[in-house]
């Protein structure tokens, strides 16, 4: 087939435009030349000066959950508690008997007048039926009290937090663990649920001119939705896949190593987080506020872990203190690996993490963009700098300071510099 009559920019530095190309199967095979022509009866389409780009690769997507979000209520964009209940009380009429009302994108940060969520409020639109609703950035879990009643009072994890009111009892807001251990345990999509989905997601990505995949749902069993779109003809996206850190030891047993599959899906590496996010105030900060997932030595243990089965390692690290702590778990391991590169890693006090930046002088860093879940009116400008001579760039943006009121472990994040960051070890071609 040969593209012709329009602007085609290849990202090629030697050819970054040309008006034709030719593809041959599932290849590029060029600009048009003599070669070209010669094909046997190719295909021609006149582009009438349209653009043609590259596919897009989304490095950093939890596809099936956002797949499944698209049946779900969404609360992106609501501006109060009440604008929020009325999108919620209109979605009850489409729950099946018996069933869980879903939804996700809630920021109680950006309603007016300032409300947290609760299971009261919850409980005025919803009734008996049992709702889960997650926070735009998937580290916050909303809950009525007929969801809460499910768990029997065994909500308390390592790493979470379970928001209380003044005597004690749940305010129907989980954190971080907290909140993935009762969704994991009780609002779990079945893995029907999550391929009928992710098939009718594909489309929608491919449409949208998105051709590859960094899938962060590792921990969903997301790896089997892919194989079965796969195995359907179904699945018209490349996939690097993330496997979740505590499946290190089944993946070295098995000889499984990073970039492992097909031409469609492969192990990419392994993930693991330090701390919460921004939009629901758990980001590990120098303060001593924040919720830690996942200890510096912990970090540590991981990556050599990784390093010896074939994995990288990608990491979420969000506030000043999780930041720090990451840089020192691979400046501890560093022996083990080199070059290290960076990507998306974000930091709100560059000149305070331990150590100098040039102990990492071979990173690669990506530019950053604004936090998602910053509230809209505040957020900062990103703060940049390039980095050159292969000195490394430190990528970071500030943010107010909001202390939560809530936290059982008497620590709310206070502030924090982004919402999603990773760092990653050799061998990833992604953030995580």
Same mark, same amino acid.
């Given at each position: ?5 329009? #602007? ?35 295909? $021609? ?15 950093? @997507? ?13 609360? *992106?964009?609501?501006?109060?508690? %009440? %604008? ?10 489409? @729950?099946? /008997?018996?069933?869980?009302? $879903? ?26 039926? +049992? ?31 379970? @928001? ?8 129907? #807001?989980?954190? *971080? ?37 960094? %899938? ?29 850190? *505590? ?49 510096? *030595? ?14 990288? #390692? ?24 080199? +070059?290290? $590169?960076?990507?998306? $890693? ?20 990506? /530019? ?31 943010? +107010? ?24 070890? /050799? ?6």
């Amino acid at each position: 087939m040969i593209l012709e009559n329009g #602007v085609v920019r290849t990202m090629e530095p030697t050819l970054p435009v040309t008006r034709a190309l030719a593809i041959a199967g599932d290849r590029i095979a060029g600009g048009i030349g003599t070669h070209e022509t010669a094909l046997a009866s190719p295909d $021609r389409v006149d582009l009438a000066g349209r653009c043609v780009l590259p596919g897009f690769n989304d490095s950093h @997507v939890h596809f099936p959950t956002w797949a499944l979000a698209q049946r779900q209520v969404r609360l *992106e964009g609501t501006t109060s508690l %009440d %604008d929020a209940l009325q999108r919620i009380a209109a979605a009850t009429k489409d @729950v099946q /008997p018996g069933g869980w009302l $879903r939804g996700m994108g809630w920021r109680s940060g950006e309603w007016s007048p300032p409300t947290e969520p609760t299971k009261e409020a919850l409980d005025r639109v919803t009734g008996d039926m +049992p709702a889960a609703l997650m926070a735009r950035d998937y580290h916050s879990l909303w809950l009525n009290s007929a969801a809460l009643a499910r768990a029997n009072g065994d909500l308390e994890v390592d790493g979470g937090v379970v @928001v209380r009111d003044g005597r004690g009892e749940p305010t129907g #807001v989980l954190r *971080e663990e907290c909140a993935w251990h009762f969704r994991d345990t009780h609002v779990r999509p079945t893995d029907d649920e999550m391929v009928d989905a992710s098939r009718e997601g594909v489309g929608i990505a491919i449409a949208r001119g998105v051709t590859a995949v960094h %899938d962060k749902d590792g921990w969903l069993g997301a790896l089997g939705v892919w194989q079965r779109l796969r195995d359907e003809g179904q699945l018209n996206l490349r996939v690097w896949q993330s496997i979740p850190a *505590e499946q290190v030891d089944e993946l070295a047993d098995l000889r499984i190593r990073s970039g492992f599959g097909d031409d469609l899906v492969r192990i990419g590496y392994l993930k693991t987080f330090m701390d919460g996010t921004l939009g629901s105030q758990t980001a590990r900060m120098l303060d001593g506020t924040g919720v830690e997932i996942t200890s510096r *030595e912990q970090l540590a243990e991981i990556i050599r872990r990784g390093l010896q089965a074939g994995l990288p #390692v990608a990491v979420h690290a969000i506030g000043d203190l999780a930041n720090r702590e990451a840089l020192d778990a691979f400046e501890e391991t560093r022996p083990e690996w080199q +070059p290290l $590169r960076f990507s998306h $890693r974000r930091i709100s006090r560059a000149s305070r993490s331990s150590g100098s930046p040039r102990r990492f002088s071979s990173a690669t860093l990506l /530019p950053t963009a604004t936090s998602p879940t910053a509230s809209g009116g505040r957020r900062q400008a990103v703060h940049t700098r390039i980095a050159r001579s292969g000195t490394p760039a430190l990528f970071w943006r500030t943010a +107010p300071t909001r202390r939560s009121r809530s936290s059982t472990r008497g620590r709310g994040s206070a502030q924090a510099c982004c919402e999603r960051s990773t760092t990653a070890v /050799p061998g990833t071609p992604s953030s995580g």
